[in-house]
């Protein structure tokens, strides 16, 4: 597939923003296996990309950007003031402060009456689960042309609801309620493998460019040793109102092999495509003190065995085309 010149210098130039923290030292990983050697896209409206895997070092972490928003970014335990709500379950509690980086990079992902999680890669693309764009039971693509993303989102007193459906039309966003221009997930994905569902990601494309303002989260791939490090879920779980939470876990295993890892964290509805970062990666994907941003190594698929929570991984193949959708999605359509 050829692309324009000015997509190929985009994609050139924006190495420099990809961390060479893993060069020295970079988790051991298999070769693709055979006939995944080339990852195809499908759209929404019809196009289809074909983009190559890339098993390469440079592409095991990809920085983020903390905004031009005021907040220094913040662990929201500290901003809440309080430990997480604690039982015989998940670790979970409400993020009071979602207006502080990185908790303002997501938001809320509504498609028709289904409440989703996502976040922002970019100054328009975001990330969520392939699930949440692609309908579960016919593999067929859901209406997305009323959808729409807000990140920062807090309903607070503003909340307004009629049989447990959010009024949107009621609701004040933050800093920009953004409509789907596109969206796209792997060929292979497969929605009716519900209880799997393998590469459950989806590139989502939106008509405006809040990211610049919010900041957005840098893709991190983590070690094969990753098993026992603590991790943190963001979302909006539909079962607390859509508003913003955060769940507290740990890696309980992870596939090296594979786009799966599993996490003891909260699972409810509506979390599915929030963002999960492992604070003791953050060092290598955002080395500068100054830059403070954050990377996502996850993001949540669905409930599996035993209470265990399945995130589709972030591995090479998926950093890689993160940064070109990222890239190619500034060119189709750039910033005014």
Not at 112 to 137: N, P
Not at 145 to 162: D, I, N, V
Not at 170 to 176: A, G, K, R, T, W
Request: include cysteine.
């Amino acid at each position: 597939m050829k692309f324009p010149t000015k997509t190929l210098l985009c994609l050139i130039a924006s190495q420099a923003l990809v961390t060479t923290a893993f060069a020295k030292n970079p988790p051991s990983v298999p070769p693709p296996k055979p006939g995944e050697a080339v990852t195809i896209y499908r759209a929404w409206k019809g196009q289809r990309f074909t983009l190559p895997d890339r098993w390469d070092k440079r592409f095991y972490a990809v920085k983020g950007y903390h905004g031009s928003a005021d907040g220094a970014a913040i662990d929201p335990t500290q901003a809440n003031g309080a430990n997480p709500q604690s039982g015989q379950g998940p670790h979970y509690k409400k993020i009071h402060k979602p207006k502080i980086y990185p908790s303002r990079a997501n938001g809320l992902f509504q498609v028709g009456e289904a409440s989703c999680s996502g976040f922002l890669i970019g100054r328009s693309m975001i990330m969520t689960a392939a699930h949440c764009v692609v309908d579960e039971y016919d593999y067929d693509w859901r209406d997305l042309s009323k959808a729409w993303f807000s990140p920062g989102l807090h309903l607070g007193e503003q909340e307004l609801r009629a049989d447990q459906k959010l009024a949107s039309q009621n609701i004040v966003h933050p800093y920009q309620k953004c409509g789907v221009k596109n969206a796209y997930v792997a060929k292979s994905y497969n929605s009716s493998a519900y209880a799997k569902r393998p590469r459950d990601y989806a590139f989502v494309l939106l008509d405006c460019h809040v990211g610049q303002t919010t900041g957005w989260l840098g893709l991190i791939f983590p070690p094969e040793d990753s098993a026992g490090i603590s991790v943190m879920l963001r979302g909006y779980p539909a079962r607390y109102q859509n508003e913003p939470y955060f769940s507290l876990g740990k890696i309980l295993k992870i596939d090296p092999n594979g786009y799966t890892l599993f996490a003891n964290t909260a699972g409810f509805s509506g979390f599915s495509g929030g963002s999960l970062i492992a604070s003791s990666l953050n060092n290598k994907c955002s080395p500068s003190a100054k830059d403070r941003s954050q990377c996502a190594i996850g993001l949540l698929s669905s409930e599996f065995e035993n209470q265990h929570i399945q995130y589709t991984k972030m591995n090479g193949p998926i950093i890689f085309h993160a940064l070109w959708f990222k890239n190619w999605a500034d060119y189709v359509n750039p910033p005014k």
